[in-house]
């Protein structure tokens, strides 16, 4: 079983929904949550970075941790189709590497 | 956000020769720095975390003395791939972690060894 189980997708959506990227994770130390996006042929960005539970906001971005679940998620309102990209969710203990996830590829059409 | 260079961006070599790549953080210091490997429709992997100023603590599987990791100062480290071979063709993304332990990512490396 990996560490961190993430569904490749692909992931369709029309423009303007909203899009929920998920992923578990099996290591309880887990401290430090991030979501990345990556385009082709690009490197990773930097979208959300949490630490420990709860909710954090940025513009269409929302992202969220359940420790007691060992579940991440990431939510997109109104999707455009410059979303379209692949989303990588992320995980650390305090100080060591990032345990990433396979990667979602979204695809918003419109 | 912090941004992190990485110098070439696309580099076409021949077998046997060296390739270094740069990798730089523009506007913070980073004392830890990692590079990955990343194949075609493939998540990252993980090939070396480098620490300012000491030696290069290398993933199980990958070859140090192949992939030389030196990171002199807090806001440069570099890969060369020495003696590189077709199999070593792939995409070099190096990352630097703050002081926050956010972790921030260079553009990538394409790396053809023809």
């Known amino acids: 079983q990996k560490e961190v189980e993430q569904d490749p997708g692909p992931l369709s959506v029309p423009e303007g929904a909203i899009v929920s990227l998920n992923c578990t994770y099996s290591?309880?130390?887990?401290?430090?949550f991030m979501w990345y996006r990556q385009y082709s042929r690009k490197g990773p960005e930097l979208l959300m970075y949490t630490y420990s539970s709860g909710n954090k906001e940025d513009g269409r971005f929302t992202a969220q941790v359940d420790k007691s679940s060992k579940y991440i998620s990431l939510f997109i309102r109104d999707s455009q189709p410059s979303d379209s990209a692949t989303y990588l969710c992320?995980?650390?203990?305090?100080?060591?590497?990032?345990?990433f996830g396979a990667g979602t590829i979204l695809r918003v059409k419109s | 956000g912090a941004v992190v260079s990485q110098h070439p961006s696309w580099v076409i070599c021949k077998s046997g020769t060296s390739v270094k790549i740069e990798c730089r953080s523009l506007d913070f210091q980073a004392t830890t720095m990692f590079w990955y490997r990343q194949f075609p429709k493939q998540s990252l992997m993980l090939m070396a975390t480098?620490?300012?100023?000491?030696?290069?603590?290398?993933e199980q599987g990958v070859e140090k003395d192949k992939f030389l990791i030196n990171h002199a100062s807090l806001t440069l480290s570099t890969l060369t791939v020495t003696s590189a071979h077709p199999e070593d063709s792939s995409f070099y993304i190096c990352?630097?972690?703050?002081?926050?332990?956010?972790?921030?990512f260079g553009p990538g490396t394409r790396l053809t060894v023809t």
């Open positions: 990352s630097a972690r703050d002081l926050l332990y956010e972790q921030y």
């Open positions: 992320a995980m650390s203990r305090y100080g060591n590497k990032l345990v």
């Open positions: 290591n309880s130390a887990f401290q430090y």
């Open positions: 480098s620490n300012e100023g000491s030696k290069a603590t290398y």
